[in-house]
C-alpha cells in the first residue's frame, strides 16, 4: 500500500471539516445572523479581513449576516486629531453637538465604508446603513449611573424601537448590511447608542436565528479573573444574578445577549474576535468557541 502524502491527508482533514459543518449548513441555511462586529477584531487589520472573509462566507451558503458596530477607538482618536479632548462619565462618551458630528462620521464614512469595501472584496454586495436610514432605529435619552446618582450623558441614547424594513430588503437582495450605532430621538435629535444593545434589539426585530457580539476576552468568566471559571454555556436565569458582578465592559455586551434571548433569539455569543475565523468556528463546529446563553 503507498503512504497518503501530505496533500492527501490535508486534503481528508478539509472533506472532514466540510461534512461536519454540513448539519450546521442544514440548520442555518435562509436564517439571520445578527454580529457584533468590535473589540480587536475592529482595529487589526488581518483580523478586519478575516471577520470580511467570514461575513462573505456566510452570505455564500445562504446564511444572511447582518452586521453592526460601534467605533471607540476610532472616534477618541479622531476627536484627537480634532483638537476636541474626550469625556467620559459613568464609563460612557459624553456626547455634545460638536462630538455627536463626528461620531457619526467615523462610524459611517470610515468604519462602515472600509469594512463594507471588505467585504465586497471578499466576493460579497454589501450596503452600508446607520440607525436613521428608512426608520431603522429610534431611540431615547439615556442617563449615566454612578453610586452618587444620575450622571447627564449628554446626546446618548438607548434605541426603543427598531423597523427593520431597510434590513429585510437588503437581505433579500442578497446584500450583508453594515450598520452603524447611531439613532435620532422621536424629536429628530440624532443620539449615540450603545452598538451592543442596538444588535441585541435589531436582532430581536429580525427574528435572527443567533446574535454573535465579539469580545476581546474568550467569552464568559463565572470568577473573574479566575482562568479556569470560562463558561461555555449559561442560562437566562443564571447570567440575570451574574450581571451585577461583571465588569463595567463586559455588562453591555452580557445583557446584549440576555435580551435577546428574552426577546425570542433562539441563542446569543459572546466570542473572541482575536481569533481569526471565529465566527465560522463558532457556527460550524460542534466545539464553538466562547460562551453560549440560552433560554
Known sequence: MIPASNDQALARIKAETLIESLDWLREFHGKIVVVKFGGNAMVDEQLQLAFAQDMAYLRFVGIKPVVVHGGGPQITARLAELGIESEF?????????????VVKEVLR??????LAEQIQASGAKTIVLSGEDDSLFRAAKVMGKTPEGDVDLGLVGEVTTVNPRAVLKALDAGMVPVISSVAPSTSGQLLNVNADL??????????AEKLMVLTDVPGLYANWPERDSLLSEISVSELSELIPKLESGMIPKMQACLRAVQGGVPKAHIIDGREPHSILLEIFTEAGVGTQVTS
Open 198 to 207: 442596538a444588535s441585541s434589539s435589531l436582532a430581536i426585530a429580525l427574528g
Open 89 to 101: 462619565r459613568a464609563g460612557m462618551r459624553f456626547t455634545d453637538e460638536q462630538t455627536i458630528d
Open 109 to 114: 464614512e470610515q468604519i462602515s465604508k472600509s
